[in-house]
């Protein structure tokens, strides 16, 4: 092969060529993995890359948002305390009366009778007592005579009253100002103590009662402003005014009413209402509640990096949530918030973070 390549010296010249070519070329790609080794990005070297976002804690109103139920401010059944016939329906249902304003009339039978009766009954026991007195004062009847007279005075008198009841129990009155709003008979009924004759509700002002958490109810005292937004939009300024004493076995939660004044008289009891309760200014941060997780006690909280580079998770307080964000109180002041891979990565775990597109 020698002397082949002897009688052909320019095959030697290429060969030389392509040996020297490609020992430059094996130089070059070497120093270029070298360099690549050197240069690779830390992901590609095992650690998982995150984007952040940079928050910072800033004042908002706390304010405790629960549904709640519209009630009249007073409601109350009106039951027969006799027996009888509906003979007047003296007002319309629906319309609004005054105190004292008759609403139903039932029929007097022999009730006028007993009031007279009653009344005749105690001018007699009234004239023997006063005779006896006299009488007892000369020692010409004893003591027992007189006590027995008195006692059987007392007893007419008893009786006189509870015959005035029972008439005056003919005339169903509203006890006080208010909407009649229902009713339960008609003309000609007849009905027996205890049964239900009308509704008559006051809407002057209004309650809108709710439930809040055990751990929320400290937060809140009496006289407090809330703000009650009715499902058409509308709002209405309302104060708290009555929080119970004791929670709901059942739920563990507390019953609070809101008073809310309501001049115009607007048809809104037994209505659904959102109350917000403003509680005083914090430091929270606002962000999109898709970044909130569970930890592994159930506890709602945020993923971030720390400064060693490391993922750390936060339980955090949800202070309210809307359309645009929600507000949460537990973080450090300044924090990196995982805006971007949070659910790949673990507390504990180091990676690398990079500024998300807009993050400050």
Request: without cysteine; hydrophobic residues 45%; neutral net charge.
């Amino acid at each position: 092969m020698f002397s082949q390549l002897s009688k052909r010296p320019w095959l030697i010249a290429v060969a030389i060529s392509l040996l020297l070519l490609f020992w430059l070329l094996s130089g070059s790609l070497l120093q270029t993995q070298d360099t690549a080794s050197a240069d690779a990005p830390a992901a590609e070297q095992g650690l998982a890359k995150v984007e952040v976002q940079w928050l910072e804690a800033s004042p908002m109103q706390r304010q405790h948002v629960v549904q709640g139920q519209v009630e009249a401010w007073r409601r109350v059944e009106l039951r027969a305390q006799i027996s009888g016939s509906v003979i007047r329906l003296d007002q319309d249902k629906g319309s609004p009366v005054t105190q004292g304003q008759r609403l139903l009339s039932l029929s007097a039978d022999n009730r006028p009778a007993q009031v007279a009766k009653g009344e005749a009954d105690v001018r007699q026991r009234e004239t023997d007592v006063s005779a006896a007195t006299r009488l007892h004062e000369r020692k010409m009847i004893s003591a027992n005579e007189l006590i027995r007279l008195q006692s059987e005075l007392a007893k007419a008198r008893a009786e006189l009253d509870l015959a005035r009841i029972q008439l005056a129990n003919t005339q169903i009155s509203a006890p006080f100002a208010g909407m009649y709003d229902q009713r339960m008979v008609e003309l000609g009924d007849y009905v027996q103590p205890g049964q239900s004759l009308l509704t008559l509700v006051d809407i002057s002002q209004l309650k809108v009662s709710a439930q809040i958490a055990q751990q929320e109810v400290t937060q809140l005292t009496l006289g407090q402003s809330v703000r009650v937004e009715l499902l058409d939009g509308r709002t209405l300024a309302g104060e708290l005014h009555f929080i119970a004493a004791a929670a709901d076995p059942g739920s563990r939660s507390f019953r609070i009413e809101v008073k809310v004044d309501n001049p115009q008289a607007l048809r809104l009891a037994g209505a659904s209402a959102t109350l917000h309760i403003q509680t005083g200014e914090a430091l929270a941060h606002r962000l999109s509640p898709a970044l909130l997780s569970l930890d592994k006690a159930g506890r709602h909280g945020v993923k971030w990096v720390n400064e060693q580079q490391q993922v750390q998770f936060t339980p955090v307080q949800l202070i309210s949530v809307d359309n645009q964000g929600a507000w949460v109180s537990g973080l450090p002041h300044k924090v990196a918030l995982i805006t971007l891979g949070q659910g790949f990565v673990e507390p504990g775990q180091q990676v690398v973070s990079q500024l998300a597109k807009g993050g400050s």
